[in-house]
């Protein structure tokens, strides 16, 4: 109760931790929505809530909802390749059980673990503006409030990195994003960084299976 009290007295809780489904705060995100309801009217097309155990040590943070994954199916990393990745490393780590099937109705279930994404709805070529962002920090901030034994954040890219630190008042300057870095964020916490986990990424060779599976077993060694 400690840590969630001075989470409170840091920051402003300005909301639920989860945003409506046809959340109309950003007019960008909202006409993107509403052209891929037009175009794709079985889909999920709204802001994705977070998935995972509310009594989670670690938070995984995301970027936002991919077009073709949760923005489809209503799941974070849910029916893309980044979701590929990632689930298979929380099954790996233990953070996971069931099969991963690409379906938010696979049965699947979180240990220890939840994930979010630093901007709730899905933005044109993945790509959410600053103001975006910060207009979505209001539920990220309630999300954080809302788990009470949280000891890790895992950053999956520069943004989430961002928002975590601007949420909780740190300065940029004295955390600096770098892959597999591991960051003291006071109360007991620790922030890990990681590159995300997209196609992109791991196309390119700048983030290898590897690599992702060692920032997980750091974690996971930090909650022994």
Not at 48 to 64: C, H, K, Q, R, Y
Not at 150 to 174: C, E, N, S, V
Not at 181 to 201: E, K, M, Q, T
Request: glycine fraction near 8%; aromatic fraction near 8%; include cysteine.
């Amino acid at each position: 109760m400690a840590a969630r009290a001075s989470l409170r007295a840091k920051t402003t809780i300005a909301g639920p931790p989860e945003a409506p489904p046809k959340c109309q705060l950003c007019p960008r995100l909202v006409n993107y929505r509403q052209t891929n309801e037009r175009e794709e009217p079985e889909w999920f097309n709204g802001a994705v809530p977070s998935f995972g155990d509310p009594n989670a040590n670690l938070l995984i943070v995301g970027l936002a909802p991919g077009r073709m994954g949760a923005n489809r199916t209503g799941r974070p990393f849910t029916g893309d390749y980044a979701g590929e990745l990632l689930y298979s490393t929380l099954l790996k780590f233990g953070f996971a059980r069931g099969t991963y099937e690409a379906r938010p109705d696979d049965g699947l279930h979180l240990v220890n673990c939840m994930i979010t994404n630093a901007v709730r709805c899905a933005p044109p070529e993945n790509k959410p503006t600053p103001a975006e962002i910060s207009q979505c920090r209001q539920f990220f901030t309630a999300r954080l409030a809302e788990l009470p034994k949280l000891k890790i954040m895992l950053a999956l890219g520069r943004i989430a990195h961002d928002q975590a630190l601007t949420t909780l008042g740190l300065p940029k300057a004295k955390f600096t994003f770098a892959h597999g870095a591991r960051h003291d964020i006071g109360n007991g916490r620790v922030l890990y960084d990681s590159f995300h986990c997209s196609r992109y990424n791991t196309n390119t060779r700048r983030l290898t299976p590897d690599m992702f599976h060692a920032v997980f077993a750091a974690i996971r060694s930090d909650l022994r």
